[in-house]
């Protein structure tokens, strides 16, 4: 089994990437997917953030309120910290039973949006970092997702930046050009990361 910390700067294309990886036959452990499973309705992981934050962060149908929750957390370091204290230690414990499941010819990626803020590359045997200009991505994050200009700095500018990405890859996939040129990066890193399983 290779353990690959798959990463970009929001506006990248990861999530793109990390769904060719899995058509290509990768099994895709995605942080931000299972981040939402572990504070789901009903869920351990729910209860503590509901008694670390209140009822206030949890909507009538007793599902997470995100963006009452992001207000609290957004604006206080310290009240981040204790959401990360809950929801982290999860996040880890499920992706290690996903990665347990998986096989030992398995090419295992780690779907990880803040790797390089969080200093997790040691923890994977490669790291791939999906990379694109900041003109690019502030451009993608404005005409395709809908951000006002001023948001999509603010949250490029809350991210590690691209030279401190660079700098923990082991694999660099450009993702400045046309689908079809992403389409062929992903095909030549596939085939290096199959050939070094």
Known sequence: MLRIGLTGGIGAGKSVVSGR???????????DLIAREVVAAGTDGLRAVAAEFGPDV????GTLDRPALGAVVFADPERLAALNAIVHPLVRARSAELEAAAGPDDLVVHDVP?????????????VVVVDAEDEVRLDRLVRLRGMAEAEAKARMAAQATREDRLSIADLVIDNGGTPEELDARVREVWEQLKGRR
């Open 114 to 126: 803040l790797l390089a803020e969080n200093g997790l590359a040691p923890l994977y045997d490669l």
């Open 21 to 31: 990886l899995a058509a290509l036959g990768a099994v895709i452990v995605d942080s």
């Open 58 to 61: 949890l909507r009538a149908d």
